[in-house]
C-alpha cells in the first residue's frame, strides 16, 4: 500500500497502484460468477480526480476509500474462486474412475 503519511499518491506514483497485488482468475473461470456491480469504479474516478486536482496531496481520505473498496471487492472475488474451485472438485470426485 501507498504511504499516505508522507509522500502519498501524486501523478507520479500513480503506477505503484498496478504493482499491488490482486486476486488471479484461474483458466476456466467463468465471469458469471464475479461479483456484478460498479466494482470500485466509482471511489477509483474519485480519487484519480482528486490527485489530479491537489496541489499539496490533499485526498487522504479518497485514498482510504479506495484501499477499503478494493479489499472488500477483492475478497468478494476470492469467495467466488474458492467457491468455484471446491465445485471443480467435487464434480472430479464424482466421476468414475477417478483416484
Known amino acids: 500500500m501507498i504511504n499516505t503519511d508522507t509522500k502519498g499518491l501524486t501523478i507520479e506514483n500513480l503506477a505503484e497502484l498496478e504493482k499491488e497485488i490482486e486476486p488471479t482468475l484461474p483458466?476456466?473461470?467463468?465471469t458469471n460468477r464475479l461479483p456484478t456491480g460498479d466494482l470500485c469504479a466509482?471511489?477509483?474516478?474519485?480519487?484519480?480526480?482528486?490527485?489530479?486536482n491537489s496541489?499539496?496531496?490533499?485526498?487522504?481520505?479518497?485514498?482510504?476509500?479506495?484501499?477499503?473498496?478494493?479489499?472488500?471487492?477483492?475478497?468478494?472475488?476470492?469467495?467466488?474462486i474458492k467457491s468455484w474451485e471446491e465445485d471443480q472438485v467435487a464434480s472430479?470426485?464424482?466421476r468414475e474412475g477417478y483416484v
Open 27 to 30: 483458466e476456466n473461470f467463468p
Open 42 to 52: 466509482h471511489v477509483l474516478s474519485r480519487m484519480l480526480v482528486c490527485t489530479m
Open 55 to 80: 496541489q499539496q496531496n490533499l485526498c487522504g481520505s479518497e485514498i482510504k476509500d479506495f484501499y477499503i473498496c478494493r479489499r472488500e471487492r477483492d475478497a468478494q472475488i476470492f469467495s467466488a
Open 92 to 94: 472430479m470426485a464424482d
